[in-house]
């Protein structure tokens, strides 16, 4: 495995921008460098051959951008549908559909919730991503996966503790 080719160099621009989302506590921040993310994620999983990885990251991140100002459950569903749509064109292996499962949970989290519920969504979906990368081979991305979650888990137990009296 070579940790310097050029799709694994995109796959360590995701994961910058991927850990930097998830230490925001805004959630306007957070969806907008998730937008980064997954735009740097579809060129990554395209250039591992990952293509519903890649299809999904792309849906991903005109939902993240869309999300940002809009919340509705209409816009959830056509994302779900979408991504649901891309995983049956582009998937071959039940292991393709980890990337569309966990965008479609992240997808019903920054459209239907917010604060703690939704980043405990995104945390399920992170996990399948994980796995995704795992499998995929991407370095970068089984990175971004793993401290996402834990980013992830230190934004959240920051948010309840503050809510705590």
């Known amino acids: ?31 907008f460098l998730n937008a980064a993310e997954t735009l740097a994620y579809t060129v990554h999983f395209a250039m591992l051959g990952n293509f519903a990885a ?11 951008l869309l999300a940002m100002r809009l919340r509705s459950a209409w816009l959830a569903i056509f994302f779900v549908a979408l991504n649901v749509a891309v995983g049956v064109v582009t998937t071959t292996t039940w292991t393709g559909w980890l990337p569309v499962v966990g965008s479609s949970l992240t997808t019903l989290a920054v459209f239907l ?15 399948l991503w994980l796995a995704n990368n795992i499998l995929s081979g991407s370095i970068g991305g089984t990175v ?13 137990a920051r948010m309840t503790l503050r809510r705590a009296p």
Do not use: W
Request: with cysteine; glycine share 8%.
């Open 113 to 127: 919730l917010q604060g703690v519920p939704m980043r405990l969504t995104i945390l399920v979906a992170t996990l």
């Open 144 to 156: 971004l996966e793993f401290l996402i979650a834990l980013a992830n888990l230190s934004t959240i």
């Open 1 to 31: 495995m070579d940790f310097f080719s050029p799709a694994q160099l995109v796959g360590y621009v995701a994961f910058v921008l991927g850990v930097a989302a998830f230490l925001q506590k805004s959630d306007v921040r957070l969806k």
């Open 54 to 64: 890649s299809g999904s990251a792309f849906v991903s991140c005109g939902r993240s």
